[in-house]
């Protein structure tokens, strides 16, 4: 059985708004179910371990798909998620991809994260598909590869500037995710707003929305 580790965000503070924020519900449901029902075993982790935050936005009635309803009824999953493991202790020997879902939590706490670091650099020098979606691609901010950055000449996409400015957080959030892909020389390219858009450059897969997240783990299992 294949294994994947899911690392999602700790961090529950949308800036200095006073409003809440986490992980957005699809983009952690749609690749969960998709690789499950495929017979991958899939591991929670985030940063503080436990319950990480869920994006309450991302519960509301107009975010809601199959993945979404499938996610609000799963006791097991509930308590999987209760539960995520402490993401200094997960090993890249022990799985075989990494996968990170978006929600703008990701900007705050797994932009920069030591051991996220090290991690995506280890599956990425093991041959091991790293996937991330929607803003979850700001985790590749600090990774290298030989000593340069992970995405640099690297076909990328990721949460862009044009929705960061339709969800009106562009001033509040602490990176812009396409700038940041950019800075680092990805080789960054989008679709039109909110439209189903992935991109994938050898063992590296990201995607640019919440509907790109099911296509993301499409191609993840592909590569397994």
């Not at 529950?12 to 957005?24: A, I, N, P, Y």
Request: hydrophobic share 35%; proline share 6%.
């Amino acid at each position: 059985m294949k294994k994947v580790i899911f690392v999602l965000t700790s961090h529950d503070e949308l800036g200095t708004t006073g409003h809440k924020t986490g992980f957005w519900i699809e983009e952690f449901a749609a690749p969960y179910y998709f690789l499950k029902d495929k017979g991958v075993e899939v591991t929670l982790a985030s940063p503080k371990g436990g319950q990480p935050p869920i994006d309450p936005k991302s519960n509301e009635p107009d975010f809601q798909t199959p993945a979404t309803h499938r996610f609000n009824e799963d006791k097991e999953l509930q308590t999987a998620l209760a539960n995520t493991l402490l993401l200094s202790d997960v090993k890249e020997a022990d799985y075989d991809a990494i996968f990170y879902p978006g929600g703008h939590g990701p900007l705050w706490d797994l932009s920069e994260n030591k051991d996220s670091v090290a991690l995506i650099e280890a599956f990425y020098a093991n041959h091991k598909p790293v996937g991330a979606v929607c803003h979850a691609p700001i985790v590749l901010k600090d990774a290298k590869s030989n000593g340069e950055p992970l995405v640099k000449g690297k076909k990328v996409t990721g949460f862009s500037n044009t929705e960061e400015d339709a969800v009106q957080l562009t001033a509040i959030v602490p990176f812009l995710v396409e700038d940041e892909l950019k800075n680092n020389g990805g080789i960054y390219s989008k679709a039109g707003d909110w439209q189903e858009y992935v991109v994938e450059d050898g063992n590296l897969i990201t995607g640019q929305n919440p509907a790109s997240s099911e296509l993301v783990a499409e191609k993840l299992f592909a590569k397994l």
